[in-house]
């Protein structure tokens, strides 16, 4: 086991992309008074799966001038890409994702944040804290702990055979190199999913010289909407005393359009509410948010660049892209190829393909996602799903709720997690502002460890002290 010094106390963070990096980051300059370590296998911090795409075709969905690391500082990336990428960038250039991810590298890359390069398969409770163990063996004791783990890969599609797996004509991982290999350019490809994750393949295919027609599938065959100029609105588009239901949002939301507000200004006037708003819905209702309004949602609320839209259009309008509504029912290897089959509203569909590749996004049931940390996490019941299922339950500073629903004194998490219990959580804006926040929860937890330490230490100082005889006194 690795040792420490008895009066340092350790935070240790499972994850170092973007929203382990900036806990990381955070925590240093809140100058918290403990040993700050970062758990991720990767040897550069701070660039995750969303950041680590090798093409610079793949942009960031927000503007430079809202996607600072610094709540403070708006300008903070806005500056730094001026200085280190583009000296012309302005407040509404979108950045590649690539560069995005050096800079959130930059941040801690000359502050000594302290990394440990494995991944953490184990987690045992004891009183002072935990003990860690890592996939090489080592263990680590750390008094608190931050799940920074991101985001996980897609669950397993409906289907999907065996032969079609084996014969590399169905690929799980969208952002494998293995995806894209060995490709003919004129092969036909079928993409399960039209949100940004299909979006991003899209880009791929082309960037590496895939010319064929590719074939986009999704239960609402449609892809997200593309960002646009629009007048800022300065109230929420729901006023926060709205009757917490479903349709009393959407009227309240239509309602501002019908009054001429732009849709993009509408959503835009949510940001800082979204979360407040779905926290006031009751569990039925966000149910049937779920059921009904998180795609249309997710269209409207996570946009697609200009030059991306741009793109996606054209090949719309080309042909070379082609979006079939339905849902995918079966992918199997035939003596004729690979056959993809969808049910339609009105029949089955079947077609070949060259290759499927799985663009669902990633899984959010994390009892079933491959990470032997998070399978211990449940097997202990140290940690529960969200209510509806998927990321975990969390109190609003991020503290886990265990399988009894007592929160966590030691255990804490960030970042797409908190799908479990938010609407929004996996934007750099939202993850930011947690993570400022979890510095300054802490450091408070930390202090009020050390100041009962410290009264337990005097006080048996003192029990000590009572019981030593008297000088002069009778023996």
């Known amino acids: 086991m690795k040792t420490r010094d008895a009066a340092t106390q350790t935070i240790a963070i499972v994850g170092g992309g973007v929203s382990g990096t900036l806990a990381a980051y955070h925590l240093l300059q809140h100058c918290v008074d403990a040993r700050v370590i970062v758990i991720e296998p990767r040897p550069e911090l701070g660039l995750g799966l969303a950041y680590s795409t090798p093409s610079l075709r793949h942009l960031l969905n927000v503007p430079a001038g809202k996607i600072s690391a610094m709540p403070a500082k708006q300008d903070h990336f806005l500056n730094w890409l001026r200085a280190h990428y583009d000296t012309a960038a302005d407040d509404m250039t979108f950045a590649p994702r690539a560069v995005f991810g050096r800079y959130i590298h930059s941040l801690v890359e000359d502050i000594g944040l302290e990394q440990i390069c494995a991944s953490v398969v184990d987690y045992r409770a004891v009183s002072a804290g935990a ?35 084996k014969a590399g004509a169905y690929c799980h991982d969208a952002w494998a190199d293995t995806t894209y290999a060995n490709l003919d350019p004129e092969a036909s490809i079928v993409l399960i999913g039209t949100g940004l994750t299909g979006v991003d393949v899209v880009l791929r295919l082309r960037e590496l010289g895939h010319r064929g027609r590719i074939t986009a599938i999704s239960r609402h065959g449609v892809f997200p909407s593309r960002h646009a100029l629009s007048t800022p609105i300065a109230e929420s588009t729901i006023p926060q005393n709205t009757q917490p239901t479903c349709l009393a949002y959407l009227r309240a939301f239509r309602m501002a359009i019908r009054g001429g507000a732009d849709w993009r200004a509408a959503i835009d006037s949510l940001r800082a509410t979204t979360n407040d708003l779905w926290l006031a819905l009751p569990l039925q209702e966000q149910q049937r948010f779920r059921r009904h309004l998180q795609r249309s949602w997710d269209i409207v609320r996570h946009r697609m660049a200009p030059p991306i839209a741009d793109v996606i259009d054209a090949e719309l309008w080309g042909g070379t892209l082609v979006i079939r509504k339905g849902h995918l029912s079966g992918v199997e290897a035939e003596d004729s190829g690979t056959v993809v089959s969808i049910r339609t509203a009105h029949t089955t569909e079947r077609f070949g393909a060259a290759r499927v590749i799985n663009c669902t996004g990633p899984s959010m049931n994390y009892r079933r996602v491959d990470s032997p940390l998070l399978h211990r996490l449940f097997e202990q019941g140290l940690v529960s799903a969200g209510p509806l299922g998927g990321g975990f339950q969390c109190g609003h500073d991020g503290a886990i709720m265990d399988a009894n629903g007592e929160v966590s004194e030691r255990i804490y998490n960030l970042g797409p997690g908190r799908l479990g219990t938010l609407l929004e959580s996996i934007a750099i804006p939202e993850i930011r502002e947690q993570a400022v926040g979890l510095a300054e929860t802490l450091r408070s937890r930390l202090n009020l460890t050390r100041n009962f330490q410290l009264g337990m230490q005097s006080q048996v100082a003192g029990n000590q002290l009572t019981k030593l005889p008297v000088q002069g006194s009778a023996a």
């Open 131 to 165: 003990v860690l163990t890592l996939d090489d063996g080592q263990e680590l004791q750390a008094d608190l702990v931050v799940l920074a783990t991101g985001n996980f890969a897609p669950a397993a599609l409906p289907g999907v055979g065996e032969d079609a797996i």
